[in-house]
C-alpha cells in the first residue's frame, strides 16, 4: 500500500467515523447514505415478495443489512480488511435508520414510500412486541453505534498492519 492510498484510506477512516457519530446523534435528520438505503430497503420486499406476508415485511430491513454485509465479506474475502470496515460502518449506519423505524411502530409518524402498512408495527403487533418498541429500538441504535465503534478500529487496524498482512499472504498481490 503506497503512503497516498495510506493518507486517503486514513482520511476516509476519520471521515466516516465522524460522519457515523453525527448519523448516531441525529437519526432524524437525512444523511447522504439514506438515499442508497431507501431503495434498497424497498427492494428487499420484492425480494422476499416469494414469502409470508412476514416475510415480506420483515424483508425491507433484511435487505438493508444483506447488502452491506454481502460487500463486508467480499472484502473479507479479498484480505483488504479496510474496504470491509468501510463496508461494516455502512451496515451500522443502516442500524441507526432500522432504530428510527423501529421506534416509530407505535406512532406511525414516519412518512412511507407510496402509502401502505407500517412494516414494524406489522411486525411487532404479529409478535405481540408492539409495546417493546422503543426498547427494540435502542437496543438496534447500540448494535449501531458497536459497529461504527468496530468499523473505525477495524480500519485503523487494518492501516496499521497493511505490510504485515502483504508478508502474511505473500501469494496475493495487493488490492488497488
Avoid at 153 to 171: E, I, Q, R, T, Y
Amino acid at each position: 500500500m503506497t503512503l497516498t492510498e495510506r493518507r486517503w484510506r486514513g482520511g476516509l477512516t476519520i471521515i466516516l467515523a465522524l460522519y457515523g457519530l453525527w448519523c448516531g446523534l441525529t437519526p432524524d435528520r437525512f444523511h447522504l447514505p439514506d438515499a442508497i438505503d431507501l431503495p434498497i430497503h424497498e427492494t428487499g420486499h420484492i425480494v422476499f415478495g416469494w414469502g409470508s406476508e412476514v416475510l415480506v415485511a420483515l424483508g425491507g430491513t433484511l435487505f438493508q443489512l444483506i447488502v452491506p454485509l454481502a460487500f463486508v465479506i467480499y472484502f473479507w474475502r479479498r484480505k483488504d480488511l479496510h474496504a470491509s470496515s468501510v463496508a461494516l460502518w455502512w451496515v451500522g449506519q443502516n442500524c441507526f435508520n432500522i432504530a428510527r423505524y423501529i421506534a416509530d411502530a407505535r406512532a406511525q409518524e414516519l412518512p412511507l414510500v407510496g402509502g401502505g402498512e407500517h412494516d414494524w408495527t406489522f411486525l411487532l403487533s404479529t409478535w405481540r412486541l408492539l409495546p417493546q418498541d422503543q426498547t427494540l429500538a435502542h437496543n438496534v441504535s447500540g448494535i449501531g453505534w458497536l459497529l461504527i465503534g468496530i468499523s473505525t478500529w477495524l480500519g485503523w487496524f487494518a492501516l496499521a498492519n497493511a505490510d504485515k498482512a502483504l508478508l502474511a499472504f505473500p501469494h496475493q498481490e495487493p488490492t488497488r
